[in-house]
């Protein structure tokens, strides 16, 4: 299975761009079949690494300098190019791309801006409820590489990042596209750029191959669909048969889910996949941490764990769905996003406490509070102070949400942590009023 991709490595000149998570996952893959190739590994930071007499460091400022060198780049997605020119000759892929490329899969390909990981999770709850062996990987937490050779069955669902897809020269046989919005705007010149990358997705799929989107958001502007060879699929949840996800599971709520549940059968069917499994499956799912995730209740108020809500309209969609939100937790690392619309929209709800936590969360919560909002505005540093004051605010029978409407990189590792971090919180309040979270 992996014979054409070591063929494809073996005695080329190999850049490994970055090395993180993803950089050392692919370092680890080469070095168990060419234990002996030659690598530069290029970063902009210090790398350590047990001996290796094959490996060149180029390591500080001039680290990109070392792809004038290679005749292929494996690039970490998270290491943005937007002003380097590629010399001519050279391949700059990624762990993704050389997946598609040479695994033998069939493939389905998830990506959005929002929605991806549920809906990759359902289409593998699909595959496995109708007796299928398949494999899920991609942006799940862990390497492409990592889980490869543990792959089984003939069809690989694979959740696909803008930063993954940017170098992608294969599209997947089954292209499922979430929904677009404003996002990552400071790895990208523009969001047109960021759009064109999520598009890869399906720019080089064939006649043969489906592509599934959102036709309620609308691709005018960016995709010319009379120019796709493959059938265009779009799912819209204004429709007679949207009604028969809604409500079918507590974890799948809101009308952004009915939209998940909708990529997923229609990407599941494409596979042979029974209308009789797929809601099986719907009606089995456990749903996904950090995803609108109920983890207690404390003094009566119920607390939901919504980290993964990076963007505004995410943030507002669970609002929306759960419908009883009191207290929002919400703020993260500013970068740059226009949160006009977002202030309006929770002037209109009916939370009544916004708890604001940098960064983010202060500029937005000063500047309500400066225009005479209605709402209880309280300014906390960490999350241990936001937990105390959502303690004391939310109504009993109510609901505490955490959704930063931003990322965590101004105080935590990832999203995940900041989750974790809030739910340990929250279960120590529990232990010491003797309550079970």
């Not at 970055?18 to 790398?47: C, W």
């Not at 940017?166 to 010149?189: G, K, Q």
């Not at 599934?212 to 204004?238: C, M, R, T, W």
């Not at 950090?290 to 980290?307: L, S």
């Amino acid at each position: 299975m992996y014979q054409q991709l070591i063929d494809h490595l073996k005695n080329k000149r190999i850049v490994l761009l970055g090395m993180g998570r993803e950089g050392h996952s692919t370092y680890n893959f080469i070095r168990r079949y060419l234990p002996e190739q030659k690598l530069i590994i290029a970063d902009a930071k210090q790398v350590e690494l047990d001996n290796d007499p094959n490996v060149e460091f180029v390591c500080g400022d001039g680290y990109l300098g070392a792809i004038d060198r290679a005749d292929i780049v494996i690039k970490t997605p998270g290491i943005p190019l937007l002003h380097f020119k590629r010399p001519q000759g050279v391949e700059v892929t990624c762990q993704t791309d050389l997946f598609l490329r040479f695994s033998g899969f069939t493939c389905v390909g998830v990506t959005g801006t929002k929605g991806k990981t549920t809906t990759s999770t359902l289409i593998y709850s699909m595959l496995r409820a109708a007796g299928k062996e398949a494999c899920l990987i991609g942006n799940m937490g862990y390497p492409v590489f990592d889980n490869i050779e543990d792959c089984a069955g003939e069809t690989a669902v694979i959740e696909m990042s803008s930063h993954q897809l940017e170098f992608t020269t294969c599209s997947p046989h089954i292209a499922v596209l979430t929904n677009i919005y404003p996002e990552h705007l400071d790895h990208y010149d523009s969001f047109e750029c960021y759009v064109g990358a999520k598009l890869n997705i399906v720019r080089n799929q064939s006649k043969g191959d489906t592509f599934i989107y959102n036709s309620d958001q609308g691709l005018d502007g960016f995709f010319d669909l009379s120019k796709y060879p493959g059938e265009a699929v779009g799912v819209s949840v204004h429709t007679p048969d949207a009604e028969k996800y809604r409500d079918i599971n507590s974890h799948l709520l809101g009308e952004h889910n009915i939209q998940n549940c909708m990529f997923a059968a229609e990407a599941a069917r494409r596979l042979g996949v029974s209308d009789e499994d797929i809601m099986k499956a719907l009606k089995d799912y456990e749903g996904i941490e950090h995803r609108m995730e109920y983890f207690a209740t404390v003094k009566g108020i119920k607390f939901v764990n919504d980290c993964i809500a990076t963007i505004p309209h995410s943030v507002m969609c669970a609002v929306e769905a759960l419908g009883d939100v009191d207290t929002l937790i919400f703020g993260g690392m500013d970068r740059g996003l226009d949160y006009s619309a977002f202030e309006k929209a929770l002037e209109k709800s009916s939370i009544r406490n916004l708890v604001c936590l940098p960064d983010t969360g202060h500029k937005i919560g000063m500047h309500m509070a400066q225009n005479g909002s209605e709402k209880k505005i309280i300014i906390s540093e960490d999350m241990e102070g936001a937990v105390r004051a959502a303690m004391s605010v939310t109504r009993p029978g109510c609901t505490c949400l955490l959704s930063p409407a931003a990322s965590s990189y101004n105080k935590y590792k990832n999203f995940e942590e900041k989750g974790r971090h809030f739910k340990n919180i929250v279960r120590r309040y529990a232990e010491m009023g003797g309550e079970k979270a």
